[in-house]
């Protein structure tokens, strides 16, 4: 039976609690700052001023009452409007599931290791809830590295023996990754979506606990008219402490935001991109995305795919939910604060192109507030700039400024008047909204005395808290000059050059620090130099700013550590319950990782395996999809071959030994080639060094 | 003639590059899951038997890629009877199955020339690698987004104003007409 319908005054009154108490308490927040410019006449530039921190405040004031709202659903322990409350979790086999599901994994040179012992514990934890059978697995490979891309086919290979899984983990590489991650979904769709009602979506890091994943297929069961249900992911497995302290903000404020967020978008959600569940049907039918006019940054493939498809499903009139009470869904994030811009530099690009999408023609708003809040969470950056130079430009006009104390021919002096005590309150206020959501949250996690031993106790969970609070502040300044400075690259069309993403923990050297941090640093100096020397007043007020732009290269490196992430944990800091009481599928992943390390060790180059050992090369021979070359192409690859063969596999570059491996028929003419070179002495290329050899 | 292919034969076959050659034919053969090395010695003959009877077509540089070659064919040849299928993917399929160790003492056979036992035929084929599973097609249309532009506002209003000129216009013709 389909569980009875939201009542529309539901919609209504959330949305109208939320929306008023952001308007009023930006709109008291602007009054306050008017009453204080306007004291001589408002200048142009406070006009500018006023405007930059009314959206600003806008912005913090949104993320407040989500927060602020969120506390209460959580103090109340549940929201009767949950997608969660209409199918209760259930880890008995005997609901058998008729709706076959596929569970697909895009990746793109990752790390073959972590994807395939990860894929391992969510199979296995899926197999203890003795629900397997309804599930499918697709790795859907756009990997370029000709490397990577053998090692996951030996690696896929494996795991089927492992686990008597053929038929039923798929693994297919694409010969071109048009559209990326949704053209690579898209691909999965159309060519194998119609044997699947559900697809859920995970990312090369993700992990979902078996019942999390039943659970999500049996909620769509019961809700027909639901396209998608996003389960917010916990970051998880990290070592270093820079990730230690991500996780444990994450963990603790995490759970009011998307409870709050829950609150007032109900049937309006938004979708992330991965750790969901998606209706294949409907995404087939209303995700076919276009490309947008115009050339980069705003035209061309849309690259933020996720919050588009959401909008595009909602406008077809499917529902689309958050989670947020759900549990077993996983992420593992970036080790190190370099690596977290670098994430941010690629998100960045995908966000301000949906500065297009938010007009669109046919959106429902509250999608078009999420497409506006993806934009300002990388725009909020260039305008805090803004707004901290203006800032000083002010304080400086100011501190020039000669008090008039006589005006016409009045006799009696008129005393400047003090607006010290509004200045103060806008700033207090500003202050409350950024960090009372922590407190909230510390006084929420306090009260439940079972999450308060998980999280280490009361008062390592509160040390942990105010430590966040005082790392966060040296932080955000040095993430707004990098957001500021991505923002500013995408509108001058420059690549800021960031090579790709790094997942395992890893530290930030010296000269790595160095050159991410430098210019940031040089900054901050010099706006402290000026800013003491012309308006002392405001420099001291600035400290807080400038202390984490100056010591930016320190604390990326001191935060990178994974020794002192360690050390933290061992005292009991930062600690999230998937640290002290981690889940199943946890525990399987760790165990996988180190069966997996030392095959890995053992293994060699997989490119080199796969072109000497014939199980191996025939393996990736099979895979291989049929293609036609032209006699172009065909001298092309011949030439290739006789490269590799004359002067090594180093010779060749990635896209090279790519175009070698893609073609089925040169591929196992160069496996011969190289049997038939007995004189071949070249370490790489003989095949003496083959495991068994004793030719 | 013949005498010359004759003469031709033996001198590649007598050559050291025809011993390393069948040596490394044995060596593959290994590789490929022959254990006994009896067998080995009996396929790589085999291949080198095959090779030497038209190893007048042959150059010393070719011999040991023929050879491979060869050894390759054998093996496709005698697996694509059992797969019922000529194709160099299901071959290629069939050759992982086999070194995965799908048919027991498959080189008895092999070596003897003859085809799989039907049942060692079907868990052969039953055993052949599915990357990806039967296409279950879906069109999925590209959408329709119709961005913002002020062009759309623009247009509307000079269209309104125009119909209001023409309509202004046809109010004060008729009050002409009318005093």
């Not at chain 2, 011999?63 to 390759?72: K, S």
């Given at each position: 039976m389909t569980p009875r319908p939201i009542p529309m005054t539901s919609h209504v009154l959330r949305r109208m609690v939320f929306f008023s108490l952001t308007l009023i308490t930006t709109l008291i927040a602007m009054g306050l700052l008017i009453s204080v410019y306007q004291t001589d006449g408002i200048s142009p530039l406070e006009v500018v001023l006023l405007f930059l921190y009314v959206v600003l405040f806008l912005w913090i004031c949104a993320s407040f009452w989500t927060a602020f709202l969120g506390f209460f659903v959580c103090l109340r322990g549940r929201d009767r409007h949950a997608i969660t409350a209409t199918t209760p979790a259930t880890?008995?086999?005997?609901?058998?599931?008729?709706?076959?599901?596929?569970?697909?994994?895009?990746?793109?040179?990752?790390?073959?290791?972590?994807?395939?012992?990860?894929?391992?514990?969510?199979?296995?934890?899926?197999?203890?809830?003795?629900?397997?059978?309804?599930?499918?697995?697709?790795?859907?490979?756009?990997?370029?590295?000709?490397?990577?891309?053998?090692?996951?086919?030996?690696?896929?290979?494996?795991?089927?023996?492992?686990?008597?899984?053929?038929?039923?983990?798929?693994?297919?590489?694409?010969?071109?990754?048009?559209?990326?991650?949704?053209?690579?979904?898209?691909?999965?769709?159309?060519?194998?979506?119609?044997?699947?009602?559900y697809m859920i979506v995970l990312d090369a890091d993700s992990l979902m606990t078996g019942p999390a994943l039943v659970h999500m297929v049996r909620m769509m069961?019961?809700?027909?008219?639901?396209?998608?249900?996003?389960?917010?992911?916990?970051?998880?497995?990290?070592?270093?402490?820079?990730?230690?302290?991500?996780?444990?903000?994450?963990?603790?404020?995490?759970?009011?935001?998307t409870a709050g967020l829950n609150y007032w978008q109900l049937g309006e959600g938004?979708?992330?991109?991965?750790?969901?569940?998606?209706?294949?049907?409907?995404?087939?039918?209303?995700?076919?995305?276009?490309?947008?006019?115009?050339?980069?940054?705003?035209?061309?493939?849309?690259?933020?795919?996720?919050?588009?498809?959401?909008?595009?499903?909602?406008?077809?009139?499917?529902q689309i939910w958050l989670a947020y009470d759900m549990g077993g869904s996983f992420e593992e994030i970036p080790p190190t604060l370099i690596d977290y811009a670098k994430r941010d530099r690629r998100w960045c690009q995908g966000n301000l192109q949906h500065l297009r999408l938010i007009f669109a023609r046919g959106f429902h708003p509250i999608n078009r507030l999420h497409l506006l809040m993806g934009v300002m969470s990388y725009l909020a950056s260039p305008l805090w700039f803004l707004f901290l130079v203006l800032t000083g430009i002010e304080a400086f006009i100011q501190s020039r400024g000669e008090p008039i104390y006589f005006f016409g021919e009045s006799f009696a002096p008129v005393w400047p008047v003090s607006y010290t005590v509004e200045m103060t309150t806008v700033l207090i206020v500003t202050l409350t909204f950024l960090f009372l959501p922590k407190v909230l949250a510390l006084i929420l996690?306090?009260?439940?005395?079972?999450?308060?031993?998980?999280?280490?106790?009361?008062?390592?969970?509160?040390?942990?808290?105010?430590?966040?609070?005082?790392?966060?502040?040296?932080?955000?300044?040095?993430?707004?000059?990098?957001?500021?400075?991505?923002?500013?690259?995408?509108?001058?069309?420059?690549?800021?050059?960031?090579?790709?993403?790094?997942?395992?923990?890893?530290?930030?050297?010296?000269?790595?620090?160095?050159?991410?941090?430098?210019?940031q640093t040089l900054l901050g100096i010099a706006v402290g130099v000026v800013s003491y020397h012309f308006v002392p007043n405001f420099f001291w007020w600035f400290i807080p700013v400038l202390l984490g732009i100056v010591l930016a290269i320190p604390v990326s490196m001191f935060s990178s550590n994974v020794a002192l992430g360690q050390v933290t944990r061992r005292w009991g800091l930062f600690l999230t319950p998937q640290e002290t009481h981690p889940a199943r599928v946890l525990i399987l992943l760790r165990e996988y990782l180190d069966q997996s390390a030392?095959?890995?060790?053992?293994?060699?180059?997989?490119?080199?395996?796969?072109?000497?050992?014939?199980?191996?090369?025939?393996?990736?021979?099979?895979?291989?999809?049929?293609?036609?070359?032209?006699?172009?192409?065909?001298?092309?690859?011949?030439?290739l071959i006789y490269q590799l063969l004359d002067y090594g596999p180093d010779s060749v570059t990635a896209t090279e030994k790519r175009e070698l491996l893609a073609h089925r028929e040169t591929w196992l003419r160069l496996h011969l080639l190289l049997w038939a070179d007995l004189d071949n002495d070249h370490p790489d290329l003989s095949v003496d060094n083959l495991p068994g050899a004793a030719g | 003639m013949s005498k010359i292919f004759r003469l031709l034969e033996n001198t590649l076959e007598t050559t050291p590059l025809w011993?390393?050659?069948?040596?490394?034919?044995?060596?593959?053969?290994?590789?490929?899951?022959?254990?006994?090395?009896?067998?080995?010695?009996?396929?790589?003959?085999?291949?080198?038997?095959?090779?030497?009877?038209?190893?007048?077509?042959?150059?010393?540089?070719?011999?040991?890629?023929?050879?491979?070659?060869?050894?390759?064919?054998?093996?496709?040849?005698?697996?694509?009877?059992?797969?019922?299928?000529?194709?160099?993917?299901?071959?290629?399929?069939?050759?992982?199955?086999?070194?995965?160790?799908?048919?027991?003492?498959?080189?008895?056979?092999?070596?003897?020339?003859?085809?799989?036992?039907?049942?060692?035929?079907?868990?052969?084929?039953?055993?052949?690698?599915?990357?990806?599973?039967?296409?279950?097609?879906?069109?999925?249309p590209t959408q329709v987004?119709?961005?913002?532009?002020?062009?759309?506002?623009?247009?509307?209003?000079?269209?309104?104003l125009g119909r209001a000129v023409l309509a202004l216009r046809h109010w004060l013709r008729q009050s002409r007409v009318s005093s």
């Open positions: 880890n008995s086999a005997a609901l058998v599931i008729e709706a076959r599901t596929a569970i697909v994994m895009p990746i793109y040179n990752e790390d073959p290791q972590r994807v395939f012992a990860g894929l391992k514990a969510i199979h296995q934890s899926l197999r203890e809830t003795g629900l397997a059978e309804s599930f499918d697995f697709f790795i859907l490979s756009d990997t370029r590295d000709p490397d990577l891309w053998v090692e996951e086919e030996l690696r896929w290979y494996r795991l089927c023996e492992e686990l008597n899984g053929q038929g039923r983990i798929f693994y297919r590489n694409r010969p071109q990754n048009t559209g990326r991650k949704s053209g690579n979904l898209a691909d999965f769709c159309t060519r194998w979506g119609g044997a699947y009602r069961e019961r809700n027909p008219r639901v396209a998608l249900i996003q389960v917010p992911p916990v970051p998880v497995n990290r070592e270093s402490l820079f990730a230690r302290i991500l996780q444990f903000a994450s963990c603790v404020y995490g759970r009011i935001f938004n979708y992330w991109g991965h750790n969901a569940i998606i209706r294949v049907q409907a995404f087939t039918e209303c995700c076919g995305l276009p490309d947008l006019p115009g050339r980069e940054p705003f035209g061309g493939k849309i690259l933020s795919h996720d919050f588009v498809e959401s909008a595009l499903l909602r406008r077809a009139g499917w996690l306090l009260k439940d005395p079972v999450q308060r031993r998980l999280y280490g106790g009361r008062f390592r969970v509160a040390l942990g808290v105010l430590l966040e609070s005082l790392f966060s502040v040296l932080m955000a300044p040095v993430l707004m000059l990098f957001q500021a400075k991505f923002v500013m690259a995408i509108l001058l069309r420059r690549d800021v050059g960031w090579p790709a993403q790094q997942r395992g923990d890893r530290q930030t050297g010296f000269k790595e620090a160095l050159l991410a941090h430098a210019g030392a095959l890995a060790q053992s293994g060699g180059n997989p490119f080199l395996l796969t072109l000497k050992e014939p199980c191996a090369n025939a393996l990736h021979a099979a895979l291989l999809p049929n293609q036609g070359i032209d006699r172009r192409r065909r001298h092309h690859l011949e030439g | 011993q390393e050659t069948c040596q490394r034919v044995q060596w593959y053969w290994r590789m490929q899951g022959v254990r006994d090395e009896r067998q080995c010695v009996v396929l790589s003959d085999r291949v080198m038997d095959r090779l030497s009877r038209h190893s007048q077509l042959i150059t010393k540089q070719d011999l040991p890629y023929r050879a491979m070659e060869e050894a390759q064919r054998m093996l496709n040849d005698w697996l694509s009877l059992a797969l019922q299928d000529q194709h160099p993917a299901v071959l290629a399929a069939g050759r992982v199955a086999l070194l995965k160790g799908t048919v027991r003492n498959w080189p008895d056979r092999f070596v003897q020339e003859t085809p799989l036992a039907t049942a060692d035929a079907i868990a052969l084929r039953h055993a052949l690698i599915h990357a990806v599973p039967p296409d279950a097609t879906l069109p999925m987004i119709e961005l913002f532009s002020l062009q759309r506002p623009i247009v509307a209003l000079w269209r309104g």
